[in-house]
């Protein structure tokens, strides 16, 4: 597949299963990720890899969050078990630079780049994923875990794995019409 191909027939699979990437696999989607966008080179990402054992402390960390916001059973166990979802989550991190001549929104988003070019590169792999944000991207004990400043702000967490099943169809082209205007 060629990488026109790669984009237009992109995809989030959330079906994900062993193996994770790994070795230049993973240092090759670390490599994309960084090669983000990135007005003033100030490189504002920080990656932090969840696998293995990461899994199990990253599943205590979203049970006890879950139990001291006082959530419901179902709530609680859904945080517990979300970690489990993929073999490999990549938390992306927006580590932003205040009072800087680029504005932290614009750092925010050269992150958020960051995340779709690691989800390209797995793809272009053979691995996918699905990059997952929500409530826990704010949360105070999931910032703190991450070690966020009052400035950085978690974009997202990309759980990245083999895709249990293979997608049936291609990815139909989007109507442009509603969101393409000239001016």
Known sequence: ??????????????????????????DAILQAGARAPDHGGLK???FSLIHGEGLQRFSDLLRQA?????LDDKAIEKATQAPFRAPLI????ARCQENHKVPLWEQVVSAGCSV????????AQGFNGIWRSGAWTDH???RQAFDCQPQDKIVGFLYLGTPQF??????QPIDLGPYVSKF
């Not at 990549?90 to 991190?93: A, D, L, M």
């Open 166 to 171: 293979n997608a049936v169809s291609p990815v």
């Open 44 to 46: 504002p990402w920080h």
């Open 66 to 70: 879950s139990i001291e916001d006082a």
């Open 90 to 93: 990549i938390t992306v991190v």
């Open 116 to 123: 779709m070019a690691m989800q390209m590169a797995a793809q």
């Open 1 to 26: 597949m060629d990488s026109l191909e790669l984009l237009l027939q992109r995809r989030s699979v959330s079906r994900l299963t062993t193996p994770a990437p790994s070795g230049e696999a993973l």
């Open 140 to 142: 105070p004990k999931v």
